[in-house]
């Protein structure tokens, strides 16, 4: 269900609709539009949130949804069935993130995780031009705090299926190393199956960090490292780790412009992985899948399946 409300006469007709949708067993939702505000959101979810059917709310790309917006919205969140969570294109800072940090911690306390979760554009971003409803004069950039965003990670690979990081400018070395920490099973259980990274600008010495965390992961079946400024150089990084890695299946590279697929030929790199290829593991280039398949790799995926089954049923089974 998309939203694309402009006045408060419109948004009372839409919580009317969305409130007749939930004797509908209402599944999923999906409010996304520029120009909604965040008191227009809040209301909107809240009637949706009266469904117990509802399992996936989708806000995307409604920069005027605040960190103080989104304080509320877990509250909201916390006794709720929803397990696929996206908010993207929103401004979490450091009081949403926190927020979406112990929502996670208490529905897993709770016993009813949330499953999935994507925050792709949201957290490592420039907001210098925008500004929230909630905070009109607040239209500065405000850095993510690092103790906020390792807490963030540690609890998220703890708790989560599916993570989605796309698209927020990850690139420090204390970034790479927080989420490396967090994907390892040396400290605490993992329990992420896939980790989208894509449209990050982690280079070879962030993947170099990335894959010290890989050699201890007995979790993760998929990887998207697409258009992440990695050369052929990350190659050996990959291919040391996934030697102590059994468990990964997918590993998703495409738009690496400085990837010199022709430069693994004939070196042990290219032979193991066409080894790995006849275990059914395979790294996919952008050549290697039709581009209908982006939209699942970027975690669109549909209400009736998991973001690994849905990739990995689409996926193609050959190697680049």
Request: with cysteine; net charge negative.
């Given at each position: 269900m998309c939203c694309y409300s402009y006045d408060t006469s419109a948004?009372?007709?839409m919580v009317k609709s969305c409130r007749r949708l939930v004797q509908l067993e209402l599944k999923s939702c999906r409010i996304s539009h520029p120009d909604v505000s965040f008191e227009q959101?809040?209301?909107?979810?809240?009637?949706?949130?009266?469904?117990?059917?509802?399992?996936?709310?989708d806000i995307v790309d409604c920069p005027k949804l605040g960190p103080k917006s989104i304080t509320h919205l877990c509250e909201a969140l916390k006794d709720t069935g929803v397990t696929h969570l996206s908010l993207e294109g929103v401004d979490l800072r450091n009081e949403g993130l926190k927020s979406l940090t112990q929502l996670l911690r208490d529905r897993d306390a709770a016993g009813?995780?949330?499953?999935?979760?994507?925050?792709?554009?949201?957290?490592?971003?420039?907001?210098?031009?925008?500004?929230?409803?909630?905070?009109?004069?607040?239209?500065?950039?405000?850095?993510?705090?690092?103790?906020?965003?390792?807490?963030?990670?540690?609890?998220?690979?703890?708790?989560?299926?599916?993570?989605?990081?796309?698209?927020?400018?990850l690139s420090r070395a204390g970034q790479i190393s927080d989420l490396a920490n967090g994907i390892s099973s040396r400290k605490s259980p993992c329990r992420l199956l896939a980790l989208l990274l894509s449209n990050?600008?982690?280079?070879?010495?962030?993947?170099?960090?990335?894959?010290?965390?890989?050699?201890?992961?007995?979790?993760?079946?998929?990887?998207?490292?697409?258009?992440?400024e990695l050369s052929a150089q990350s190659s050996h990084f990959l291919t040391d780790a996934l030697r102590s890695n059994p468990s990964l299946q997918r590993l998703y590279l495409y738009g690496n412009k400085e990837w010199d697929r022709t430069s693994t030929n004939n070196n042990e790199e290219w032979k193991y992985w066409m080894k790995l290829n006849a275990q059914g593991r395979s790294l996919l280039q952008s050549q290697d899948f039709p581009v209908e398949l982006v939209p699942l790799i970027l975690g669109r995926i549909s209400d009736q399946t998991s973001i690994l089954h849905g990739l990995l049923r689409e996926s193609p089974s050959h190697v680049c």
């Open positions: 948004t009372e007709y959101i809040l209301l909107l979810a809240a009637a949706v949130l009266e469904s117990p059917s509802l399992r996936k709310l009813h995780r949330i499953k999935a979760l994507s925050l792709e554009g949201s957290i490592f971003h420039d907001r210098s031009t925008v500004a929230t409803d909630e905070a009109p004069m607040m239209a500065t950039t405000e850095p993510m705090q690092d103790i906020v965003w390792k807490d963030f990670v540690s609890v998220a690979c703890q708790t989560l299926e599916s993570l989605d990081l796309s698209r927020n400018q990050n600008p982690i280079g070879d010495s962030g993947m170099d960090i990335l894959c010290q965390g890989l050699k201890r992961n007995r979790t993760m079946v998929l990887l998207a490292c697409a258009e992440c």
